[in-house]
């Protein structure tokens, strides 16, 4: 009935939020052992394989305006699901399960990303921590014409020890 166009476009989304999802998972595995040339790598990956994702997405975005048109669904934007209900059984179903897959990696890819971002923050929160540790302190700290200290309130540890 001309699902393959349809299928073939969720078949290739799918494989795409799979890849992304093994994408954030290697990112949290950089972000906790602190190797950043790994999490470069992750997000090239990761911009090649969204610019693939948003191809897909018009890719299926054509398929079903293709299909609603031959099958005259009166809706002008039908679901997946509301598609699905209207083909013969087994199209059907292999629409839904695909539709149901797609569903279901988009959710693991969104939490995934739900924890790294929480990663991320805490290894920024972290570096400016330390930054601010070693900071330089309010600015006012400095010396006098004469080679006296002038003095600031401390701000940092290393102007506290030393």
């Known amino acids: 009935m001309g699902t393959d166009r349809l299928s073939d476009a969720l078949r290739g989304e799918l494989e795409c939020l799979d890849a992304l999802l093994s994408c954030a998972q290697r990112k949290a595995e950089a972000a906790v052992g602190d190797d950043l040339a790994g999490l470069l790598s992750v997000l090239e990956r990761e911009c090649s394989l969204t610019d693939k994702a948003k ?3 018009g ?3 054509e398929a079903v305006a293709e299909l609603v048109a031959s099958l005259a669904i009166a809706s002008p934007s039908p679901s997946l699901g509301e598609i699905a209900r209207v083909l013969p059984d087994e199209e059907g179903r292999l ?3 695909l539709r149901r897959e797609v569903l279901s990696s988009a959710e693991r890819l ?3 990303n739900v ?3 929480a990663l991320l923050t805490q290894a920024l929160e972290f570096a400016n921590f330390n ?3 070693l900071g ?3 600015g006012d700290a400095g010396y006098n014409r004469d080679g006296g200290r002038r003095q600031a309130s401390p701000s940092a540890v290393v102007d506290e020890v030393f």
Do not use: T
Request: no cysteine; aromatic share 0%.
């Open 55 to 57: 191809l897909l997405e």
């Open 59 to 61: 890719e299926r975005k």
């Open 95 to 97: 629409l839904e399960d």
């Open 110 to 112: 969104r939490a995934a």
């Open 115 to 117: 924890k790294n971002a």
């Open 131 to 133: 930054l601010r540790l």
């Open 136 to 138: 330089v302190g309010s």
